[in-house]
């Protein structure tokens, strides 16, 4: 598995949260959304049986780059929202929501989650990082 691809899953009793570090754009979704589950000042950081699995699955899924994601004990998994969705953010960023193939290095992946670089700067190509423009939000 590439750097670009590695994850670390979280197993708790009823859900198993993933995490890929690289994608992570640090929109502090899950943190102000459970911090009980997600605290950057705990090892591990995220500990799924901090919270009902329905209502981290909810939280999880309003991670806007797809760095983290869920798997249900029963094994179900995130179901992608539709119709899909693709804006522009202020920066010029591609935010992906739905049923999405993207091509990567690696091969195509599967997402319902992205958020894709609209500046051609990423070192994590085709997904920002926040190394270029559209990375930044714009200064006023």
Do not use: N
Request: charged letters at 30%; proline letters at 7%; one cysteine or more.
């Amino acid at each position: 598995m590439s750097r670009g691809t590695e994850r670390k899953a979280y197993e708790g009793r009823s859900v198993t949260v993933t995490f890929e570090a690289r994608r992570c754009l640090h929109a502090a979704e899950c943190v102000r959304g459970l911090p009980e589950v997600f605290d950057l000042d705990e090892r591990p950081w995220i500990r799924p049986d901090g919270a009902e699995a329905g209502r981290l699955a909810e939280v999880v899924r309003r991670c806007p780059s797809g760095a983290l994601q869920y798997a249900l004990v029963d094994g179900a998994a995130e179901a992608p929202d539709l119709p899909t969705q693709i804006t522009r953010g202020s920066a010029g960023q591609l935010v992906l929501r739905g049923e999405v193939s993207v091509d990567t290095a690696e091969g195509p992946r599967t997402e319902t989650r992205a958020v894709l670089c609209g500046c051609g700067q990423s070192r994590l190509q085709p997904y920002c990082d926040h190394a270029g423009p559209c990375g930044r939000e714009p200064s006023d």
